[in-house]
């Protein structure tokens, strides 16, 4: 695979790599703040997932693994996020889970992760895939952000991997614009209201600095020309 950031080699992952990744997910954790933004999968996740088609990468670096981004093909097993999207039936053989993704702590903000990302995105859309979803922790903002400038809409808040609470966001590969007519910003503290916003219909599409902190921006396609207000949130 050809290599656009020099010194480092993009390269598939397979079974072989476990010990690699486990060894790097342990480390990330370690480094991390908050312990919650990453749910840590056991050896028999990383088993299943590696044997499917080829799509998770890694990044390694004289042939030390320093990330990865695990993609997986829920088809139509209970776990597809598709259905917590909303998607229909006929398009959850189309989706693509993204994740987990860590990036050794020494190497992150160097664009590792975006270059990942962007050779998976362009393989899976060549492959005919149309769907792809994540989960991210409701504190992670600096991930928040990025997968948001992606395209991804936040189209749900619930308790995942057994009792966290995480955003799912889905990218609609072939219609990733959204326009919505009807905006709100809710504070990233208040999880109730933005819970609320969701069973409206609304969608989470951007974060901003507000005057009091973090704020969520959601956005409906249904009512044209109105501004909602809740809470703390204004129009923006
Ligand atoms: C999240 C993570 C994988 C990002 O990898 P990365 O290679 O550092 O990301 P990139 O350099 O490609 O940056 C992508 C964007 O992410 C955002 N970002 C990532 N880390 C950030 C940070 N610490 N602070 C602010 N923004 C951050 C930025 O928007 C950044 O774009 P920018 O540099 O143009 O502003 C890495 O920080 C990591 O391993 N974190 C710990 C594990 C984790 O939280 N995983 C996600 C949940 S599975």
Not at 55 to 71: E, K, P, R
Not at 97 to 103: F, L, N, S
Not at 134 to 145: F, K
Request: net charge neutral.
């Amino acid at each position: 695979m050809t290599d656009s950031q020099p010194g480092y080699e993009f390269r598939f992952l397979h079974a072989e790599h476990i010990p690699q990744i486990l060894a790097l997910q342990d480390l990330v954790i370690e480094n991390l703040t908050d312990k919650e933004n990453y749910y840590k999968e056991s050896i028999d996740y990383f088993q299943e997932t590696l044997i499917g088609e080829e799509s998770s990468l890694g990044i390694f670096m004289q042939g030390q693994l320093i990330g990865y981004n695990l993609v997986s093909f829920p088809k139509m097993k209970a776990h597809n996020l598709g259905l917590d999207a909303g998607l229909h039936e006929k398009d959850l053989l189309k989706v693509a889970h993204w994740g987990p993704a860590a990036i050794h702590p020494a190497f992150q903000r160097q664009g590792l992760l975006k270059n990942i990302i962007t050779r998976q995105l362009h393989k899976l859309t060549n492959k005919g895939y149309e769907h792809i979803l994540l989960t991210v922790a409701p504190r992670n903002y600096p991930s928040l952000r990025f997968v948001l400038q992606q395209g991804f809409l936040i189209k749900q808040l619930k308790l995942k991997y057994g009792n966290l609470l995480r955003y799912v966001l889905h990218l609609n590969i072939k219609h990733p614009i959204s326009n919505p007519v009807c905006r709100v910003s809710v504070s990233g503290a208040d999880l109730d209201s933005q819970q609320f916003m969701l069973n409206l219909g609304f969608y989470g599409y951007a974060v901003r600095e507000g005057q009091n902190g973090v704020e969520l921006l959601f956005g409906h396609d249904g009512f044209s020309g109105q501004i909602l207000t809740r809470h703390t949130g204004k129009g923006g």
